[in-house]
């Protein structure tokens, strides 16, 4: 882990600017660099004259991904092992964690946050401007309809909440903008931030789009260029994307438009793995698991200060790294942070040299358990209970406990999916494999290597061991939005 303070690696009188864009449940195989049925140009034109990350990861659902960005801190560190954030439970990002935004503005950026927060909003000390960010638009909780910004039916656990809205322009709600589709709205008001701003003085602005989440939503001018594709779900999602990528070069225009683009650091990122919507080709498994389809993400970077441009980079890398890297870029200091998990990996991504990352923690969750509790004796592994479902990266090797989710393989096609259906899952509660040699995690070697597995699981048992309990608090009947005027927001 780094904790420095270091000079702007820029090499520029003026420190950058930084643009953080977050793609939400965007697959492996859903950007068109990777051979994509989806027309994805201006993301890929970035990406080509960058430096494209193919061996970055990201945690498996939308919150704990978003906090570990923020925080550079692993998600076993503050209690979010478990699940996502809920607009129903009194949870949150804990006011204690120090966040990317609060350093940067210690560096005398401008900051802002246009799109989706997911990091808790049951108290207003939780909101994104109490948390860094000078300005907030967009919305708080997991998901919503792309139009009307309401939270449908099918991400909620409570009926209360269904119909609830959930748009806002700082601390009011937007409702101005019912009707407008989110993706549009977000680029609008990111250009808009753009245009207005001091291009003398640093700003980050991060844009954690709604896209490609659920439920799927586009203007029929984006869906019919997919008219080619059968299933209506598919040309739905593709429609999505490519919606997603005009706005990407529609903000890029306005940073050159504005003269802030040769002083520009811009990151593109996946929260997590496609859902089943999407495709995480030729990867394992989806969004929610801890195969690599779900872990391994879409990453890039693209910058006129980038030391050696247009290269695939195949370091190790992972989320929580951004931290101290944009604290790095910024010409900031990571002192007064709580001890991180992320590395400075600036050097890796501008000059390709070698990642000081050698492993990561995917996850433990010990809220999730196969059924038999005495599994690690069975297995012959007292270190640590396989029955739990974790994940742990070591250099080449990946272990996996417990339930790691849905193990297929799914490849989208113009006719619709097809699936390659996992075999030898039912009953089993521990894998290993190379994932250099073997990315697809088609080849369990477990029996063949017993002395890495149990390596592996002594460090499953010492990451464990530093974690807090994890904070998963009942739903609060005083959040039922029926009783804030229909809206989602602070409760308590």
């Given at each position: 882990m780094e904790t420095s303070s270091t000079q702007?690696?820029?090499?520029?009188?003026?420190?950058?600017?930084?643009?953080?864009?977050?793609?939400?449940?965007?697959g492996w195989n859903d950007i068109g660099y990777h051979s994509s049925l989806?027309?994805?140009?201006?993301?890929?034109?970035?990406?080509?004259?960058?430096?494209?990350?193919?061996?970055?990861?990201?945690?498996?659902?939308?919150?704990?991904?978003?906090?570990?960005l923020m925080t550079g801190r692993y998600q076993i560190r503050y209690g979010m092992q478990h699940s996502v954030l809920m607009s129903d439970r009194p949870h949150g990002l804990p006011l204690g964690e120090v966040t990317l935004p609060q350093v940067l503005k210690e560096s005398g950026y401008a900051t802002h946050i246009v799109g989706k927060w997911h990091l808790g909003h049951f108290k207003k000390e939780y909101l994104p401007t109490w948390r860094g960010?000078?300005?907030?638009?967009?919305?708080?909780?997991?998901?919503?309809d792309y139009f009307t910004h309401r939270i449908p039916n099918e991400i909620v656990e409570t009926p209360e909440t269904y119909r609830a809205f959930d748009f806002w322009d700082g601390s009011k709600p937007c409702l101005s903008e019912n009707g407008s589709y989110s993706t549009h709205v977000f680029a609008r008001k990111s250009i808009d931030l753009i245009s207005r701003h001091d291009k003398d003085k640093p700003m980050f602005l991060y844009l954690p789009f709604q896209a490609v989440h659920a439920p799927l939503e586009a203007p029929e001018e984006f869906i019919n260029k997919y008219t080619h594709i059968r299933s209506k779900n598919m040309r739905t999602y593709a429609g999505v994307t490519t919606a997603m990528d005009e706005a990407v070069g529609n903000i890029t225009r306005a940073l050159k438009d504005h003269g802030m683009w040769e002083n520009t650091v811009l990151i593109f990122s996946t929260d997590n793995g496609a859902s089943k919507a999407?495709?995480?080709?030729?990867?394992?498994?989806?969004?929610?698991?801890?195969?690599?389809?779900?872990?391994?993400?879409?990453?890039?970077?693209?910058?006129?200060?980038?030391?050696?441009?247009?290269?695939?980079?195949?370091?190790?890398?992972?989320?929580?790294?951004?931290f101290p890297t944009i604290v790095r870029i910024a010409g900031g200091s990571t002192f007064g942070t709580k001890p991180l998990d992320g590395y400075d990996v600036w050097d890796?991504?501008?000059?390709?040299?070698?990642?000081?990352?050698?492993?990561i923690l995917h996850n433990i969750d010990p809220l999730i358990a196969a059924t038999n509790s005495d599994a690690s004796k069975i297995?012959?592994?007292?270190?640590?209970?396989?029955?739990?479902?974790?994940?742990?990266?070591?250099?080449?090797?990946?272990?996996?406990?417990?339930?790691?989710?849905?193990?297929?393989?799914?490849?989208?096609?113009?006719?619709?999916?097809?699936?390659?259906?996992?075999?030898?899952?039912?009953?089993?509660?521990?894998?290993?494999?190379?994932?250099?040699?073997?990315?697809?995690?088609?080849?369990?070697?477990?029996?063949?290597?017993?002395?890495?597995?149990q390596r592996l699981l002594t460090k499953l048992s010492a990451y464990n061991q530093t974690a807090v309990p994890v904070y998963w608090p009942d739903i609060d009947p005083r959040s039922n939005p029926a009783l804030h005027g229909d809206l989602v927001g602070p409760w308590i």
């Open positions: 702007c690696p820029c090499e520029k009188a003026r420190k950058p600017h930084i643009v953080f864009i977050l793609a939400d449940d965007y989806i027309q994805t140009p201006n993301l890929d034109r970035l990406a080509q004259e960058g430096v494209k990350l193919e061996n970055y990861y990201i945690q498996p659902i939308c919150s704990p991904s978003r906090a570990q960010f000078d300005t907030f638009f967009g919305f708080l909780g997991g998901g919503e999407g495709s995480n080709w030729p990867l394992r498994g989806f969004k929610n698991t801890l195969w690599e389809g779900g872990v391994r993400g879409v990453g890039f970077v693209s910058s006129p200060l980038l030391k050696v441009k247009q290269r695939i980079s195949d370091a190790l890398l992972h989320i929580s790294d951004w890796t991504i501008s000059e390709g040299t070698p990642s000081p990352r050698t492993e297995h012959g592994h007292s270190t640590f209970n396989t029955s739990v479902k974790a994940a742990i990266r070591v250099r080449d090797w990946k272990l996996l406990t417990g339930n790691p989710g849905n193990g297929d393989w799914q490849l989208q096609t113009f006719d619709g999916k097809i699936k390659e259906k996992s075999t030898g899952v039912r009953g089993k509660q521990l894998w290993l494999f190379n994932i250099r040699s073997d990315p697809q995690e088609r080849k369990d070697v477990s029996d063949e290597y017993p002395e890495v597995v």
